[in-house]
């Protein structure tokens, strides 16, 4: 259910942003404005970006294999990490180079509200995309704040998703601000700070991206808000009578779970498998992500 959520959020972002780039560099190649430029370049990134994470999600979902016995989940991973550099440097590197270089430049704007419209029509669309990406994860956040979720969240392609949309967004602004005030003053030094001011922007999102996606490459527990629920889990089992150990690992869109528990005592070694076999039946349908669980049943820590 999460990666299709994913895919859905996914498509809807790169259906925005393809359309968006195309009005964008149009409009960028008819007024001059850097703002708009840098704008349009973003864009382009991320729809780019949204294709690499199609990538990803497909490669993910390749079966385990011998050398690879736990699967392929950590590529979108990968992937998300890939998209977290491109905004980095495509976007924000580029935005920066380009402001820098508006602000030895004297030339005038051609027909901004050129610009301005396109923009409009920019941030309704992104703030659709942005709103479709809300409405997942607000089906995951758990009544979290979106920080918090961000922190803990384990869907790479969600958050990348979500921080593209928040800087695509907050981006537009900005760029709107800037030529209406190159408009209103007839000096291009705001459309050069607008520019710059986009630069920064991406540049913060995609390092929060990238930590985020680091942490999960190197390897990361399930999601808090999951563990707790397994753990609730293990502790109304009748057949256990302490958990030990409980030990999770997220792989993409599934879980690897090892748990250590001290078990009630059985009538036979037959009737303790038994007990540990009922109990792995039921924790598998009530977590569906679970995809490896290894139970060790014993008597010391």
């Not at 005038?108 to 396109?118: F, M, N, S």
Request: glycine share 8%; net charge neutral.
């Amino acid at each position: 259910m999460a990666g299709a959520n994913s895919l859905k959020t996914i498509l809807y972002a790169l259906g925005a942003n393809s359309t968006i780039a195309v009005a964008k560099l149009v409009a960028a190649s008819i007024t001059g404005s850097g703002a708009m430029l840098a704008e349009g370049i973003h864009s382009v990134a991320d729809a780019g970006n949204q294709l690499l994470l199609l990538l990803g999600m497909k490669e993910s979902n390749k079966r385990p294999t011998p050398a690879h016995p736990l699967g392929y989940g950590k590529n979108i991973y990968f992937w998300s990490f890939v998209v977290a550099i491109m905004l980095f440097s495509v976007g924000g590197m580029f935005s920066l180079y380009e402001g820098m270089h508006k602000l030895h430049s004297e030339e005038a704007l051609t027909q901004p509200w050129i610009a301005i419209a396109v923009l409009v029509f920019a941030i309704i669309a992104e703030a659709v995309s942005l709103r479709a990406c809300v409405i997942e994860v607000n089906k995951v956040r758990a009544g979290r704040s979106y920080w918090r979720w961000f922190r803990d969240s384990r869907q790479s392609e969600l958050i990348v998703i979500f921080g593209e949309d928040l800087a695509a967004l907050f981006g537009l602004v900005l760029a709107l601000l800037a030529i209406c005030l190159t408009l209103l003053t007839g000096n291009p030094l705001y459309d050069a700070l607008g520019t710059l001011a986009i630069g920064v922007l991406l540049i913060v999102i995609a390092i929060l991206i990238g930590v985020e996606v680091k942490a999960l490459l190197v390897g990361q527990s399930a999601d808090p808000e999951v563990v707790k629920h397994m753990q609730s889990f293990w502790s109304e089992q009748p057949e256990i009578n302490e958990v030990l150990n409980l030990l999770t690992l997220q792989l993409g869109n599934d879980i690897m779970v090892a748990l250590k528990a001290r078990m009630q005592p059985a009538a036979d070694q037959d009737g303790l498998i038994n007990n540990i076999n009922a109990i792995e039946r039921r924790f598998r349908a009530a977590f569906p992500a679970v995809v490896w669980l290894f139970f060790e049943p014993d008597n010391k820590q």
